[in-house]
């Protein structure tokens, strides 16, 4: 495997379901991060990793649930969620320097994900 | 508050006629712009970072150019296979981690 990868890359889930998405990432990458994508919308940065240490959580429901339990996975684990909440799910991974250098994030594939 | 405005939304080009996108972005201090390619059903594909006014980088059809104010994307001669969506991202440098801001897109076709 190479890059990052996510799984699974459909998902349809009733509204009391819960479940969980997974990201890899085989780039070396000490930052993970996930974003949403819906039709018409700039990405939205809902959670970032650095360094396995959660940096950021930007005003994102309780009903997501991130966890990274090492520099190289990174889940978000879903329940009780809204068909507002239908959208691609992307997972992306940089290095991490002093002052937040600029390094280019990788984004994997994507999870569609379908509430209904 | 950091923002990224591109346009056009989208551009219909035939294959051989060059053209620009256009990125536009408002931020307390650059750090970094970022260009990717993103194919229907795919995750973004990184294409290019620009951190200074006046840089310019290239990749086969593709050159990037930066401004104060504002990013283009060159493209020559375009192929069919350069369809899809073109992103612009920025990072600020009151931001202490690698926070993108993006925009919506420019959606490319490109006919044979």
């Known amino acids: 495997e190479t890059g990052v990868t996510q799984t699974p890359r459909h998902l349809v889930m009733g509204m009391t379901n819960k479940k969980s998405l997974k990201c890899e990432q085989h780039?070396?990458?000490?930052?993970m991060y996930w974003y949403k994508q819906s039709a018409k919308k700039p990405l939205e940065l809902m959670f970032v990793y650095s360094l396995e240490e959660r940096v950021e959580n930007n005003s994102v429901p309780s009903r997501f649930s991130p966890e990274c339990p090492n520099s190289s996975h990174l889940f978000l684990h879903l329940h009780t969620l809204q068909p507002e909440d239908s959208a691609l799910y992307l997972c992306a991974s940089s290095q991490t320097g002093l002052a937040g250098d600029p390094y280019e994030q990788y984004f994997g594939p994507g999870t569609r994900l379908t509430v209904t | 508050e950091d923002q990224v405005t591109q346009s056009p939304e989208a551009l219909r080009l035939q294959e051989g006629e060059s053209s620009s996108l256009n990125c536009s972005y408002t931020v307390s201090g650059l750090r970094g712009l970022f260009w990717y390619r993103q194919d229907p059903g795919k995750g973004p594909e990184f294409l290019f970072t620009?951190?200074?006014a006046g840089e310019e980088k290239e990749k086969e059809r593709l050159k990037a150019t930066l401004t104060k104010k504002e990013s283009f994307l060159h493209i020559t001669a375009p192929k069919p296979e350069d369809s899809a969506t073109y992103l612009c991202?920025?990072?600020?440098?009151?931001?202490?981690?690698?926070?993108?801001?993006f925009g919506t897109g420019t959606r490319l076709l490109v006919s044979p």
């Open positions: 991202a920025v990072q600020a440098m009151n931001t202490g981690f690698q926070k993108l801001v």
């Open positions: 620009l951190y200074s």
């Open positions: 780039l070396g990458h000490n930052a």
